[in-house]
């Protein structure tokens, strides 16, 4: 009896390569939406972290917490006592929780912004900077008043690699033009506010602590006011 060697015709590999590209074509979809879900979680464990070290810095200096950056003195370098990183001198590329992983340039130290905002009166839509430490118990809707949300990237937005970079002063927020859905690009005017970091939103950490997302669109001047 004569045994024949049969292999693959051209046809049936073809099938298998179709039935190959078909399922990367479902699968990737899947495996790309699992790593960002994943990178989300990272981000918001670190607002966790960096609010939990904001609170115990609070408890600290008399319920003060710091807003805008007066001098080198922003917000970030003064958590660091509070925080189990820290930098290597004035090195701060060692210091994961401040680094969002799905902030696009991975030089960028700092993908977190300050609630640097404070206004004249209820009436007022359009504030101004403040520089020094605001008390926590001077807001009485802590649960509804942002402290920290990711940081936009552009070409107008400074990379911090460490606590004495040109930009340090330009973490926090301020401005109407500084929100997710402003349009500006100036590079003290423009956007701050990440329009679309994690989906079409941004990740938030709240004054009582609390962490959570928010559409661009869904985001307001009030939600900064510290007292109203």
């Known amino acids: 009896m004569t045994y024949r060697h049969r292999g693959f015709t051209l046809i049936e590999l073809l099938v298998v390569i179709a039935i190959i ?3 990367m074509g479902v699968l990737m979809p899947a495996l790309h939406k699992a790593r960002e ?7 918001r464990n670190n607002l966790k972290q960096i609010g939990l070290g904001a609170s115990f810095y609070a408890e600290a200096w008399d319920f003060h917490l710091p807003r ?3 001098g080198n003195r922003a917000w970030y370098t003064l958590f660091m006592d509070f925080l189990a990183q820290k930098p290597i001198g ?5 210091v994961d929780i401040y680094r969002c992983p ?3 340039d991975k030089r960028q130290t700092v993908c977190y912004i300050v609630n640097g905002w404070e206004f004249n009166s209820r009436s007022d839509r359009t504030g101004h900077e403040i520089l020094e430490h ?8 802590p649960a509804e008043t942002l402290y920290l949300v990711d940081n936009e990237n552009g070409s107008w937005r400074a990379i911090i690699t460490s606590a004495t970079d040109d930009g340090i002063n330009r973490c926090d927020i301020w401005s109407p033009s500084h929100l997710p859905m402003s349009e500006n690009h100036d590079v003290t005017q423009g956007r701050r506010v990440a329009r679309a970091r994690h989906k079409n939103g941004c990740n938030t950490l709240w004054l009582d602590w609390h962490v959570g997302w928010m ?4 985001m307001t001047l009030d939600m900064w006011r510290w007292k109203r």
């Open 215 to 218: 559409a661009a669109e869904d």
């Open 134 to 141: 605001t008390r926590l118990t001077d807001c009485r809707r």
């Open 21 to 23: 590209a078909v399922l």
């Open 37 to 43: 879900q994943g990178k989300d979680v990272i981000c």
């Open 90 to 94: 004035n090195d701060y590329r060692t």
């Open 102 to 104: 799905s902030y696009p």
């Open 68 to 70: 805008g950056a007066a």
